[in-house]
């Protein structure tokens, strides 16, 4: 499968070289996904937010969704973010998977993030709500998941390695973790040039 193929979610994340890795990458920020058969990265960022790293290892086609929030209502009026919610990433995610030639009965999950670091609004912990949904979608939709690293307080930087699934995992101690619920989307750039060079879990 060439890069033409590749199904991303409006706006088009930007593909650049990591040098480090010496692959293409891809960062994936809130409300955005990102489907491959390419040997690259796809590349996040977390505080209480959950992405979810799907693949199918027979052929290879890889993707990743980030969202915000667990589950869209019927009455709520932000139809154009629907990506942020977690039942409509997770079914678009799948669903371009699919499209692309990955079979349903053979996907395999990995799962981050939602981590509590601060409480939303309402007083209940928003990485709490986002790690239950994810679990339990996955577990209704039959999709195995082979790892998973939820909750805690740290936010975490994920590096998806589509070749092979591999996932990398940094949780991210030093950062001030007071704005994560308020102002996630608009440091992530900033999260992004973290250092990966220890301090690392991997997710085979």
Do not use: W
């Not at 650049?16 to 390419?38: C, H, M, N, S």
């Not at 027979?58 to 139809?79: A, K, N």
């Not at 101690?173 to 619920?181: D, G, V």
């Amino acid at each position: 499968m060439n890069a033409s193929t590749d199904r991303p979610h409006t706006p088009v994340p930007d593909i650049y070289f990591d040098p480090y890795f010496e692959l293409d990458a891809v960062k994936i920020l809130p409300g955005e996904y990102y489907v491959t058969g390419r040997d690259m990265i796809l590349v996040t960022v977390l505080g209480s937010c959950v992405c979810a790293c799907i693949r199918d290892p027979l052929t290879g086609i890889s993707g990743m969704c980030h969202f915000m929030l667990p589950e869209q209502h019927r009455d709520d009026s932000l139809i154009n973010r629907a990506m942020c919610y977690g039942n409509h990433a997770m079914e678009t995610l799948i669903n371009q998977l699919i499209e692309n030639g990955a079979q349903r009965e053979q996907l395999q999950a990995k799962v981050f993030g939602a981590c509590n670091a601060i409480a939303s609004p309402g007083g209940h912990k928003m990485g709490e709500h986002n790690s239950q949904f994810v679990v339990s979608y996955l577990e209704k939709e039959r999709i195995t998941v082979l790892a998973r690293d939820l909750l805690d307080v740290y936010p975490r930087k994920v590096y998806f390695f589509t070749r092979t699934g591999l996932v990398r995992v940094k949780k991210l101690k030093k950062l001030n973790n007071t704005t994560i619920l308020d102002r996630e989307a608009d440091y992530y750039n900033r999260l992004m040039e973290a250092d990966m060079s220890d301090d690392v879990e991997l997710f085979s």
